[in-house]
């Protein structure tokens, strides 16, 4: 059974990193106000180290994100086809120590929302690079250009909508709008327009 390594946030759920900066802040900031990959990076460094203390010791993201739409649905179809792995980073170089709690938010929301997905196939690492696999999915350019998969699929997100079609061909990576453009390509075999 093909293997497919799946990525969690930004892919499978969303939100929250902008809530916990406006709920620290007093701040209005929208999705579409903020491009990059992290949140926190709009920050001026001062406030960035404060904020990232306060957050990894009295946040869990989870809490206050949605599912994206379909991601749970295709997945558990999905399941029927290949062999699925979710496989999410939590490690943040600026703060190695503090960090560690996100693992534990990561792991239970999986467990409590994915019932189907085997506890041994939830893999927590940044390295996602050296997961063989037969397919990924990522939100994250840096994710899929490096290391295995055939099939490399990105979900469009505000933070890699500056890549172009051309651009990810040359990764050979295919963006995907949403989940059920996922599934056709991975259980009809149709590619998207």
Sequence with gaps: ???IMIDLDETIVSGGYIEAL?????TNYKAEDIKEYYVSNILNPEDNDKYLDYFYQ???VYEKSTIIPDALEVIEELKNYYDIYICTAFYDKRKPEACAIMAKHKYLWIL???PYIDPR???L???KELVMCDVKIDDKV???KRGYGKIKLLLTQKHNEQYTKEELAKLGILRVKNWQEIRDILIKGVLPQ
Excluded: R
Excluded at 22 to 26: A, G, M, T
């Design 1 to 3: 059974m093909k293997k």
């Design 22 to 26: 406006n709920d620290y802040f007093h």
């Design 58 to 60: 009295n946040v869990n």
């Design 112 to 114: 409590k929302n994915m």
């Design 121 to 123: 196939k939830i893999l």
């Design 125 to 127: 690492t940044s390295a």
């Design 142 to 144: 840096s994710n899929l």
